[in-house]
């Protein structure tokens, strides 16, 4: 086994930054991280904290690390590095000597490791810790500016352009001398981005500090014709709020991938709740977000034993396993007897693009009626009101009807684009453009109610199975007007003919009853509350 020592140089008196090797970063002093790599490292045997200052030494100790007292000349800022790491290297015959700088706190251990391995079995007398950042970079000759390419490419195509990083300098100890670290065969290790930050000012000290609290997230969701898919919609926005790009399961006994739609998110399948719960041990989650509807207190028991540590959030969930979540958000009821529940429309999520678009003007007449039943339509009421809407009495009106990713039967819905008053759309994209130009509204008592109360459209919602009855929003109250689960044609057919010939008056004041909710802000309200958890 080789004999590695590892030099982390520490001296007191930074200007830059006062007291920089021991400001608290992440929870922790910043010449923490090194030590803490250099001792779980599986190659390194002594860890020297070089060092003129009593707090650096207090902490070095008390890690485990030892301390080697700078004499004040090694000290002083003409002092070159090479020179305070020899005096630092103990007696003994070492066969490599790294040098560690304090200022690296994102480096992570096993990266250490791998350019330890790396130097050893290549034999390679220098490895420096460096990132690629390839730029069209100039410089200066003679007075004049001049460019550092011959060619303008875009970044992807530039050569490589290595930086040095200061995290490490892994040098054979035969080459180490007061005036050099670097020997004749010297090669690079190249760090990742979140990996590479050196500590040099407070700008650096922030973006540090927010890669060492970031947060871990994954997302448990599943969506179908039955379930709906408004989870997967809910999801995918969520993903969004996060500094990181949360892994995204799904079970695929109940879930198409194929209703994500395009997405670069990270995708996961499992076959059960056994798989989902391996992955969760093999990953250290810091928040973990079901939006599977119903909960049962086993799931929540299992699922806190593999993510102990992690902060569960619920989405949607009036089981018995909301005892076991941290948050739960129940936008869609009004019940909250617990203390985690936040229920109600304030913690809708609204889809990022509804922000872009103001609540639409109240016409005199009616001309365009929008019809969506979400993602899937399980009762099939967008066939029934197609049905509807070729009838010669509606000829001057347009209906606008949108089906879901989840839809069955879309190709024979279609067929209907060829009557002049309807256009079907299938899984778009534009559903605030959409909304914005109509008139009024026929849907759910799901997402597409609260998108349309964003905007303020009069709206007939109809309940799509005994959940739905039970959800609170979209109501008379509220605004909409309210027809119950699986009303005959009849029914809707007789309210649409009231919608259709409504006078302005009434229309405005379903509008303004609409827009008397802050539904915009949801959005805010739910991220703030998991990220201050």
């Known amino acids: 086994m080789n004999k590695i020592c590892a030099i982390i140089p520490a001296r007191a008196g930074s200007k830059g930054i006062p007291n920089k090797n021991i400001r608290i970063i992440g929870g922790h002093p910043l010449i923490y991280y090194s030590i803490l790599n250099a001792l779980r490292s599986d190659y390194i045997t002594d860890v020297i904290v070089s060092t003129d200052s009593p707090d650096v030494g207090i902490i070095a100790n008390q890690m485990g690390a030892k301390v080697k007292w700078r004499d004040a000349k090694l000290c002083e800022d003409s002092v070159t590095l090479d020179s305070v790491v020899a005096d630092a290297i103990p007696e003994g015959d070492w ?21 330890i391995e790396y130097a050893v079995s290549n034999d ?32 992807q195509f530039l050569p490589p352009y290595y930086v040095e990083t200061g995290a490490f300098v892994i040098s054979k100890f035969s080459v180490v001398t007061p005036e050099t670290r670097i020997g004749k065969n010297v090669d690079v290790f190249e760090l990742s981005e979140d990996e590479s930050y050196d500590i040099d000012n407070f700008e650096d000290m922030r973006n540090a500090a927010a890669i060492l609290e970031r947060k871990s997230v994954a997302i448990y969701v599943n969506g179908n014709n039955k379930r709906g898919i408004g989870h997967i919609y809910r999801a995918l926005e969520l993903a969004d709020e996060f500094y990181v790009k949360p892994d995204i399961f799904y079970d695929t006994n109940q879930t198409d991938p194929n209703v994500f739609g395009k997405t670069t998110h990270n995708l996961i399948p499992v076959n059960g709740i056994a798989e989902l719960f391996e992955q969760c041990k093999k990953n250290s989650y810091s928040i ?10 086993d799931y929540m028991i299992g699922l806190r034993s593999v993510l102990p540590n992690a902060k569960i959030v619920n989405f949607e969930d009036d089981g018995e396993g909301i ?18 529940v936040y229920a109600g429309e304030k913690y809708y999520i609204a889809g990022k693009t509804f922000m872009f678009y103001e609540p639409i003007d109240i016409k005199d007449k009616v001309k365009r009626i929008f019809v969506c039943f979400g993602g ?6 967008s066939d029934r009101i197609l049905n509807m809407a070729i009838k010669p009495e509606y000829k001057n009106y347009h209906f606008v009807v949108v089906l879901g990713r989840a839809k069955d039967n879309v190709e024979a819905l279609m067929e209907f684009n060829k009557y002049d008053n309807i256009e079907v759309l299938y899984d778009v994209s534009n ?28 709206s007939i919602s109809i309940s799509q199975n005994k959940r739905e009855e039970r959800h609170g ?46 539904l915009r802000s949801g959005r805010r309200r739910v991220v703030n509350l998991i990220n201050n958890l």
């Open 323 to 340: 005892i076991k979540a941290d948050l739960v958000f129940n936008a869609l009821f009004h019940d909250s007897k617990y203390p985690q």
């Open 473 to 518: 929003f979209v109501c008379n109250e509220n605004g909409f007007t309210y027809i119950g689960l699986n009303p005959t044609d009849e029914i809707i057919e007789n309210n649409m003919r009231m919608y259709l010939t409504m006078s302005k008056e009434s229309r405005q004041r379903f509008h303004n009853m609409l827009l008397s909710h802050d």
């Open 288 to 297: 973990f977000i079901n939006d599977i509807l119903t909960t049962s207190i």
């Open 376 to 381: 899937a339509d399980p009762q099939n009421y």
């Open 95 to 115: 066969d490599y000597v790294i040098t560690m700088q304090p200022t690296s706190p994102t480096l992570k251990t096993e990266t250490l490791d791998s350019a």
């Open 124 to 155: 390679i007398d220098t490895v420096i810790s460096v990132i690629n950042s390839p730029h069209l970079a100039w410089t200066e000759e003679n007075g004049k500016k001049i460019p550092n390419y011959k060619e303008r490419l875009n970044r």
């Open 431 to 458: 559903i605030p453009e959409l909304i914005s130009k109509c008139d009024v509204g026929i849907t759910s008592r799901g997402r597409t109610g609260y998108e349309l109360a964003i905007l303020g459209v009069p």
